[in-house]
């Protein structure tokens, strides 16, 4: 079988103005990047289309380390959603540098699944993460500079100071630096670091914006520490917003590409779901829907961490209603949580993945919170035998849910057909099924628990003392009517990175809290969570590669 990036770029690809054709997007109106990406005007957003399109939500269940397939997913059934004759876009997040040169690979999709220039898309793109890690360290050097004033300083105590800088990278020696070293001319010595800028609240900031005047009201409000006299000070406070909106004026249009089959395609935004809420921008989603009659997008990582912001924080700030959820599955996955070891995964194992079955079963609970009965997708590999098929789409049946073999990364659209049928069919079954998990008026310590009770199975949460500190001065604040985006590890429905399956009788420890009021939630940390990952032992950029005419390979 040929490598995805040798498919992508065997492809023929259209020129973008055709893919606008089909949305109806007059060519004046493109903002071009070369021949094959375009930037949408956010004029294009329509409320009251808006209301009259069906969006379609693709989540999974708990991953192993190389994922289970909703980008290859969410393209296919886009492509076959399109085959039936029904005008449909595909709406991604942006790949991050961190996982295209670490572990995982890029955000393209597979096979014959993929959104095109695939090159591009995964390498830099049209400059929006870049955007994002520049409006960032501009905040984080007028911080510094204000400590270092004479005149006009705010007085901020550099210890209170929780914004860091960003680089598109995994960068493990840059997780704890001392800055300001060299002399009274060079700045003011303190302790900082660096996140990886996929978890920027500028990121997750820009993803929950409505338009322009909001982003940057929404800049203002980010949280930069305290003075010596207990008084909080924000970005406003520094002048800080105007220039950072103007960093991101064109970094918050969506993107335009397309998928192998000509499917247009929307990639915006790109914020983590085990740290930030997971999802594309509000302003993507609302174009696509705005421009089709179908929209197909997806959270990142499982239900309990993607899904859960994309309906609970995403979804309730958006004003969106989804109308479908499919959760995609895949054998090897319900085998490893069944008790295979990954090196077996390829082995034919009925035991182990009836034993995953319980894995299966907790996604699907989950989404039923939320008023779904998702359709599951079994995303098809090559390894997977009719005998392991069959047993997990006759446990489906038995538990009345949809099922359907998704092929779409060995056929494309044509190969994800009867996924588009059953989602078809449970559109028309769900006009308005959505329902939150929690209401914004809670307590802080009512939000957290639902979602750890209710999303991961947890019997109890325990807080440490420098958490409950954090929440009461965020309630002192007046911030107390925020969403909850809680940090978690992706590897398990615990905070356990080692536990899998479905685990039982465990209590989720809330170590520390962080406030991202530009973006409207707080992010209690649970367990051990990276904001700045490393890279593995062979890393991929290892493999990538390009020749004097300028043709990339080893990317995946």
Same mark, same amino acid.
């Given at each position: 079988m040929k490598k995805d990036i040798e498919i992508a770029q065997e492809a023929k690809i259209q020129p973008i103005v055709k893919i606008a054709d089909k949305l109806g997007i007059p060519r004046d109106e493109l903002?071009?990047?070369?021949? %094959?990406?375009?930037? +949408?005007?956010? =004029? %294009?957003?329509?409320?009251?289309?808006?209301?009259? $399109?069906?969006?379609?939500?693709?989540? @999974?269940?708990?991953?192993?380390?190389?994922?289970?397939?909703?980008?290859?997913?969410?393209?296919?059934? @886009?492509? !076959?959603?399109?085959?039936? !004759? #029904?005008? $449909?876009? *595909?709406?991604?997040?942006?790949?991050?540098?961190?996982?295209? %040169? !670490?572990?995982?690979? !890029? $955000?393209?999709?597979?096979?014959?699944?993929? *959104?095109?220039?695939?090159?591009? +898309?995964?390498? =830099? %793109?049209?400059? /929006? +993460?870049? $955007?994002?890690?520049? @409006? =960032?360290?501009?905040? @984080?050097?007028?911080? /510094?500079?204000? +400590?270092?004033?004479?005149?006009?300083?705010?007085?901020? /105590?550099?210890?209170?100071?929780?914004? #860091?800088?960003?680089? /598109?990278?995994?960068e493990r020696s840059l997780r704890d630096i001392v800055i300001g070293l060299g002399g009274t001319t060079e700045g003011v010595p303190r302790q900082s670091g660096f996140e990886i800028t996929a978890a920027s609240e500028v990121m997750a900031t820009l993803c929950m914006a409505q338009d322009l005047t909001d982003l940057k009201k929404r800049l203002g409000n980010i949280f930069v520490g305290y003075t010596y006299s207990d008084k909080p000070v924000f970005a406003r406070d520094l002048n800080a917003q105007g220039a950072m909106a103007a960093l991101l004026k064109d970094a918050i249009k969506p993107n335009l590409v397309q998928t192998l089959e000509g499917t247009p395609a929307l990639i915006h935004g790109g914020p983590f779901a085990n740290i930030a809420q997971g999802t594309n921008s509000i302003i993507a989603t609302k174009t696509g829907l705005s421009l089709s009659d179908i929209v197909v997008t997806e959270a990142g990582f499982a239900s309990e961490l993607g899904a859960e912001k994309f309906f609970d924080i995403k979804s309730q700030f958006g004003n969106l209603k989804t109308h479908a959820v499919v959760i995609v599955a895949t054998v090897r996955a319900l085998k490893y949580h069944g008790g295979a070891k990954l090196s077996s995964l390829q082995n034919e194992d009925t035991d182990a993945l009836q034993k995953g079955f319980d894995n299966l079963n907790k996604h699907i609970e989950n989404m039923k919170y939320f008023g779904f009965n998702p359709v599951v997708s079994i995303n098809r590999f090559e390894s997977d035998t009719d005998a392991e098929l069959d047993l997990l789409v006759r446990y489906c049946k038995s538990q009345n849910v949809q099922v359907a073999v998704n092929e779409a990364w060995a056929k494309g659209g044509k190969g994800a057909i009867e996924l588009a049928e059953k989602v078809l069919d449970s559109v028309t079954g769900c006009p308005d099924c959505f329902k939150p998990l929690y209401d914004l008026s809670w307590t802080f310590e009512e939000k957290i628990e639902t979602i750890c009770k209710k999303m991961y199975g947890a019997d109890h949460v325990e807080y440490t003392v420098k958490a409950k500190t954090k929440l009461e001065k965020i309630e002192k604040l007046g911030l107390g009517n925020l969403a909850v985006c809680i940090a978690k590890t992706q590897k398990s429905l615990s905070d356990d990175p080692n536990v899998r399956g479905c685990p039982k009788g465990f209590t989720i420890k809330i170590r520390e809290v962080e406030l991202s009021s530009g973006a409207g939630f707080i992010v209690p940390i649970a367990g051990t969570i990276m904001r700045m990952p490393g890279l593995p032992n062979i890393p991929s950029a290892e493999k990538i590669d390009i020749d004097g005419s300028g043709k990339i390979s080893g990317l995946f």
């Open positions: 903002e071009l990047y070369g021949k %094959f990406k375009a930037k +949408i005007p956010l =004029h %294009f957003i329509d409320e009251e289309k808006i209301k009259r $399109a069906k969006l379609i939500l693709v989540t @999974a269940i708990t991953p192993t380390p190389a994922g289970e397939g909703k980008t290859t997913t969410s393209i296919g059934l @886009a492509q !076959g959603l399109n085959l039936l !004759g #029904k005008k $449909a876009t *595909v709406v991604l997040r942006e790949p991050s540098l961190g996982p295209v %040169f !670490g572990i995982k690979g !890029g $955000a393209a999709g597979g096979g014959y699944s993929q *959104v095109i220039p695939m090159e591009d +898309i995964n390498l =830099h %793109f049209t400059g /929006d +993460i870049s $955007a994002v890690e520049k @409006a =960032h360290n501009l905040l @984080a050097a007028l911080i /510094d500079n204000n +400590i270092q004033l004479k005149e006009g300083n705010l007085g901020i /105590d550099p210890r209170t100071i929780e914004w #860091k800088r960003v680089m /598109d990278m995994n």
